[in-house]
């Protein structure tokens, strides 16, 4: 059974980079788009943008000259680096799998907070 | 870009039938496929819906989908709807440039 776990520093300062990696086990990396999501608080969901296994990537246009998302196949992990990082940040980051018309696995998602 | 607009919330007894609209706001709805996903409080979303009417493994056929062009919106419906049907639903489609938008979400009580 695929699963997918997100994990990193659960709080950022101000200006920093934000930086989460999504771990992928149960099942191959390639072939796939792999994507990220974040929920601010009492909110609803955005998606920041998708990697392609062969590391194409594709950006939410509103956060595309802050954003980086990276594949390392061998590792069976992606990644997502926000730099220049606000309090507007503050979220729960989703990754998840991507078929191409549905997001079939998500990971659990991890609470990043942006604050002195 | 488009939006896609969907009722803050709705509420339904238990055993009736709940439908959940998403309008989008230029371009054909038909354009590109509408997924729907599903998110009980405190956990991640789960996809319910997706090539606007398909539903994936194990999601029960009292959910089904489906898009109408008269009114450039899709519709998810919950029959015989349940306690545990009882969270937030987004739509998403995605754009010409193969980004995703989400709706902003609907919040289903189950009174």
């Known amino acids: 059974q695929m699963q997918l776990q997100e994990s990193g520093p659960g709080l950022v300062k101000p200006s920093e980079t934000l930086s989460v990696t999504c771990n992928v086990s149960g099942g191959s990396i390639d072939k796939y788009y792999w994507a990220w999501i974040r929920q601010s608080p009492g909110k609803g969901l955005e998606w920041i943008g998708y990697?392609?296994?062969?590391?194409?990537?594709n950006y939410n246009l509103s956060l595309r000259s802050r954003v980086t998302i990276s594949v390392d196949t061998s590792k069976s992990h992606f990644s997502l680096r926000l730099k220049s990082a606000s309090a507007a940040d503050t979220a729960v980051y989703y990754c998840?799998?991507?078929?191409?018309?549905?997001?079939?696995?998500w990971g659990r998602g991890i609470l990043v907070t942006v604050s002195s | 870009n488009f939006l896609l607009t969907q009722p803050h919330s709705v509420s339904e007894f238990p055993g009736r039938t709940v439908t959940i609209s998403c309008t989008r706001s230029s371009g054909s709805i038909a354009s590109n496929y509408v997924q729907w996903s599903q998110q009980r409080p405190g956990s991640a979303p789960t996809s319910v819906i997706y090539e606007d009417d398909q539903r994936p493994s194990g999601v029960p056929d009292r959910f089904s989908g489906s898009i109408d062009t008269s009114t450039n919106s899709a519709s998810l419906t919950i029959s015989g709807l349940k306690t545990e049907d009882e969270a937030d639903y987004y739509c998403?489609?995605?754009?010409?440039?193969?980004?995703?938008?989400f709706g902003g979400g609907t919040k289903l009580t189950v009174l």
């Open positions: 990697v392609y296994y062969n590391g194409v990537t």
């Open positions: 998840a799998r991507d078929t191409g018309s549905h997001y079939d696995y």
């Open positions: 998403q489609s995605y754009d010409s440039g193969n980004r995703m938008v």
